[in-house]
């Protein structure tokens, strides 16, 4: 069955410093990938998504993502993290039964001054 | 931003008392969502709908029916509230045709059943 896992329920980042945000997931063929961003009290909004193709994907906000076939991995990185990215990510894949999104449970980031 | 609007955005209720939830989009998108995120278990999708009175099920829909009879709208009816259905109840749209995955999120209605 197909599964996403987020390893870090809660990851402390120094503003300024390089952030990576793990996922893990488990699926039969090529996947289709995604990274949300939810800041408190809102919606989730697209940050970048890994259809095909090049396995390093730019996003949003300054986020990039690395689709790793060998690791079964989509981390999310960030080179300087800046007080605003404080916000919960959620890493999902897409089911090819029904279209549907697999999303892992989240990994809240807290930014230290 | 999506034009996606969800009411109530808060609402406390007692058990066994029946609740909606609505969302409302003016953008035209054929898929419409609900979902509930509850801490420790990321977004868990209830119901789902690919057009005008067309529904289905997703991993979580029991004690909950949804209805959609116009484009724009999607209902989320609770029957007969328990304190298990106490959780943040998101209303997400997406058009497949212009993105695959792509889904676009309500602010979010908080629901707390005493």
């Known amino acids: 069955a197909q599964s996403v896992t987020q390893p870090d329920i809660h990851i402390t980042v120094s503003e300024g410093a390089s952030l990576e945000l793990r996922c893990n997931y488990s699926y039969g063929a090529t996947p289709y990938l995604f990274w949300y961003v939810q800041s408190p009290g809102q919606g989730l909004q697209l940050l970048l998504k890994y259809f095909s193709g090049d396995t390093l994907v730019q996003g949003i906000k300054g986020f990039e993502a690395e689709f790793k076939r060998s690791q079964s991995s989509f981390n999310l990185r960030k080179p300087s993290v800046h007080w605003s990215d404080a916000a919960e990510y959620f890493c999902a894949v897409l089911m090819d039964s029904n279209y549907q999104l697999i999303w892992g449970a989240g990994t809240k980031l807290i930014i230290k001054p | 931003d999506a034009g996606i609007t969800q009411s109530p955005r808060h609402k406390v209720t007692e058990t066994g008392t029946p609740v909606t939830l609505r969302c409302h989009q003016t953008?035209?998108?054929?898929?419409m969502y609900w979902y509930r995120q509850d801490p420790g278990h990321g977004l868990r999708l209830i119901h789902y709908?690919?057009?005008?009175?067309?529904?289905d099920k997703g991993e979580v829909s029991d004690g909950y029916s949804v209805s959609r009879s116009k484009t724009e709208d999607f209902l989320l009816t609770l029957e007969s509230a328990t304190s298990s259905q106490t959780s943040v109840y998101f209303c997400?749209?997406?058009?497949?045709?212009?993105?695959?995955?792509?889904?676009?999120f309500g602010e979010g209605s908080r629901l707390t059943v005493l």
């Open positions: 709908s690919y057009g005008v009175k067309d529904t």
């Open positions: 953008e035209n998108h054929r898929y």
């Open positions: 997400a749209i997406s058009e497949p045709e212009r993105g695959q995955g792509e889904l676009f």
